[in-house]
């Protein structure tokens, strides 16, 4: 089943899963369903955080971790699921370990 999602909603294979944020992007990556959020739908002068796994039945999993860059600090786009690599606002490519949602590495791209 292909990922489709749609507001805050994403269709995965398990069923819906309501995420609470505007939807930018929705994978399936092995076992789980990565949802990249709209960053702007968050508090400004924070980091985003907009990077979360749920299970395929909708449990959530984590939530990304910031790379500590301040309020610039948010996903913007998955370049890669496997590995798993979201790019960051703040113009670094972030390798993520889809068991826990922790940065394993970080790369300033501009």
């Known amino acids: 089943m292909k990922i489709e999602f749609q507001g ?4 995965a294979p398990g069923g819906s899963i309501e995420v609470g944020y505007p939807v930018l992007d929705a994978r399936q990556v092995g076992d789980l369903v990565v949802v990249l959020c709209d960053w702007m739908a968050f508090p400004n002068g924070a980091p ?9 039945t909708g449990e959530a999993l984590w939530r990304a971790e910031d ?4 309020e610039v600090d948010a996903y913007t786009g998955i370049t890669s699921e496997h590995p798993l690599v979201a790019f960051n606002y703040a113009c670094f490519a972030c390798t993520i370990d889809p068991n826990t949602g922790e940065v394993t ?3 300033f791209t501009k």
């Open 8 to 11: 805050s909603q994403v269709n």
């Open 48 to 56: 985003a955080r907009n990077l979360f796994a749920y299970g395929l």
């Open 67 to 70: 790379i500590g860059m301040g």
């Open 105 to 107: 590495s970080k790369q």
